[in-house]
T-cell receptor, first 112, second 112 residues
Framework: GESVGLHLPTLSVQEGDNSIINCAYS??????FIWYKQESGKGPQFIID?????DKRQGQRVTVLLNKTVKHLSLQIAATQPGDSAVYFC???????????FGTGTSLTVIP | KAGVTQTPRYLIKTRGQQVTLSCSPI?????VSWYQQTPGQGLQFLFE???????NKGNFPGRFSGRQFSNSRSEMNVSTLELGDSALYLC???????????FGSGTRLTVV
C-alpha cells in the first residue's frame, strides 16, 4: 500500500516579527518538556525547557508557555531572524522517565 | 567541552549488509539514546543505555541492536540492511537520562 508520510506544519514569518510555534501533547503524566531546533544537516539543538510545575519560562528571545489544562505547549520567538529558520520540535518526558517523545516538528522560514 | 560525536557522518551500504555506528557522549554523561529520523516517521526512539545497561527499547525489529562501553561510548548495529533503514541516526547523551538531551550531528545512512 501507499505509505503516508508526515506532513510537516510550516510557518513563514517576516524578519523582525514574532513567531509562535505550537505543540499538543496527549499524556497527562508528561512532566518535562523541551523545545529543540534542527537546522539542515545538523542534529537537534536544545533551546529551552520547562517542567510541569511551571507555566512560563523565558530565555534569550524565546519564551515557552505550558497549558496543562489543554495539554498545549508553545514556543514564542521574539524579533525572528533569518538564522531562526529551522525545524522546531517539542519533546516530552513522562513521569521523569528515560525517554523523550518527539512531536512531528514545525518548519519555520524567516523571510528577510 | 566537546559535544556528542558520531562517526561516520555518512555511510552508503548495500541491502543485506550490516553496519555499525558509533557515538561518543559528552564527558560525564552516562546515558546515551539513539533515534532514527526519517521524513516519513519523524524522530523514532531506538534504545537508551545507562552504565552499559539497556534501560529502554523502542519498537524496532531485532536487527537493530546496541551496546555501551565502560567509558559510556555507544555503538548501534543494524544487520541485514533494508532500503527502509535509510535514515539519519541520531545519538543523544545526558547525565542521567531524564534531563535534556544533547544531540550529535547524526550519521546519514543510505541503503542501496
Amino acid at each position: 500500500g501507499e505509505s503516508v508520510g508526515l506532513h510537516l506544519p510550516t510557518l513563514s514569518v517576516q524578519e523582525g516579527d514574532n513567531s509562535i510555534i505550537n505543540c499538543a501533547y496527549s499524556n497527562s503524566a508528561s512532566d518535562y518538556f523541551i523545545w529543540y531546533k534542527q537546522e539542515s544537516g545538523k542534529g537537534p539543538q536544545f533551546i529551552i525547557d520547562i517542567r510541569s510545575n511551571m507555566d512560563k519560562r523565558q530565555g534569550q528571545r524565546v519564551t515557552v508557555l505550558l497549558n496543562k489544562t489543554v495539554k498545549h505547549l508553545s514556543l514564542q520567538i521574539a524579533a525572528t531572524q533569518p538564522g531562526d529558520s529551522a525545524v522546531y520540535f517539542c519533546a516530552e518526558n513522562i513521569n521523569s522517565g528515560n525517554q523523550f517523545y518527539f512531536g512531528t516538528g514545525t518548519s519555520l522560514t524567516v523571510i528577510p | 567541552k566537546a559535544g556528542v560525536t558520531q562517526t561516520p557522518r555518512y555511510l552508503i551500504k548495500t541491502r543485506g549488509q550490516q553496519v555499525t555506528l558509533s557515538c561518543s557522549p559528552i564527558s560525564g554523561h552516562r546515558s546515551v539514546s539513539w533515534y532514527q529520523q526519517t521524513p516519513g516517521q519523524g524522530l523514532q526512539f531506538l534504545f537508551e543505555y545507562f552504565s552499559e545497561t539497556q534501560r529502554n527499547k523502542g519498537n524496532f525489529p531485532g536487527r537493530f541492536s546496541g551496546r555501551q562501553f565502560s567509558n559510556s561510548r555507544s555503538e548501534m548495529n543494524v544487520s541485514t540492511l533494508e532500503l527502509g533503514d535509510s535514515a539519519l541516526y541520531l545519538c543523544a547523551s545526558t547525565t542521567t537520562g531524564t534531563d535534556g538531551y544533547t544531540f550529535g550531528s547524526g550519521t546519514r545512512l543510505t541503503v542501496v
